[in-house]
């Protein structure tokens, strides 16, 4: 297994462009969650999906909208970059819908934004 | 906001000594979990204590909870060169399905 794979690794993006993270589990996991991590701040929630078709926001949904496209892939979309979402960006995903469960994450994406 | 804060923020041991990471949070929790986070890679799950526990054990650690102080504790015992990385807590103070990070205690360990 896999795990739970994230592409691209590193992407540099210019200010106003839009790109798509991509995510996606092997593991028949029902949620799925979307991290930022900037330097000494830890990891804030973006957005997460406790099951297909449902998704919602989490601290800092702002500039960003996601797709839970199927159980396994959930993807993030930056559709105007700003220079402020630069950062660190990690998927996770656990079994089942409470944090009572081990999540597993991602290797992560680097997003520089100019 | 951040829900756990941990202390310190970096530690630095000799390979052998015991290093000790605190958690502390705001909010009653059900449970509480520990991350390791080596650097460049994306973080690994340690140790999960819920409410009803004070103490728990894996390897060569040891974590407890002290829900009146509404803290957390992690002990890594015989500290190895390996062990060198970002520790984080995480509480379930967010809600049933979301978890909230601390800032994390970066750990060296010196050979």
């Known amino acids: 297994n896999a795990g739970v794979t994230q592409t691209p690794k590193f992407q540099v993006l210019k200010t106003g462009q839009s790109m798509t993270l991509q995510c996606a589990q092997d593991?028949?996991?029902?949620?799925m969650y979307w991290y930022r991590q900037d330097p000494g701040m830890g990891l804030r929630l973006i957005y997460y999906?406790?099951?297909?078709?449902?998704?919602d926001k989490g601290e800092v949904p702002n500039g960003y909208n996601v797709s839970r496209l199927n159980k396994r892939e959930f993807s993030l979309r930056l559709e105007s970059a700003a220079p402020s979402q630069t950062s660190v960006y990690f998927c996770?995903?656990?079994?089942?819908?409470?944090?009572?469960?081990?999540?597993?994450f991602g290797p992560g994406t680097r997003l520089l934004v100019l | 906001s951040q829900q756990g804060e941990e202390d310190p923020q970096a530690l630095s041991i000799q390979e052998g000594e015991n290093a000790t990471m605190n958690c502390s949070y705001k909010?009653?929790?059900?449970?509480l979990q520990w991350y390791r986070q080596n650097s460049g890679r994306g973080l690994v799950h340690l140790i999960l204590?819920?409410?009803?526990?004070r103490e728990k054990h894996s390897g060569r650690l040891r974590v407890t909870l002290d829900t009146s102080k509404k803290s957390s504790s992690l002990l890594i015992t015989a500290s190895r060169a390996a062990d060198t990385a970002s520790y984080f807590c995480?509480?379930?103070?967010?809600?049933?399905?979301?978890?909230?990070f601390g800032q994390g205690t970066r750990l060296t360990i010196n050979p």
């Open positions: 996770a995903s656990i079994l089942g819908q409470g944090v009572a469960e081990t999540q597993y």
């Open positions: 593991m028949n996991h029902n949620s």
């Open positions: 999906s406790a099951s297909e078709g449902t998704t």
């Open positions: 909010t009653s929790i059900n449970n």
């Open positions: 204590i819920r409410s009803n526990e």
């Open positions: 995480a509480t379930d103070a967010g809600g049933a399905q979301k978890l909230v």
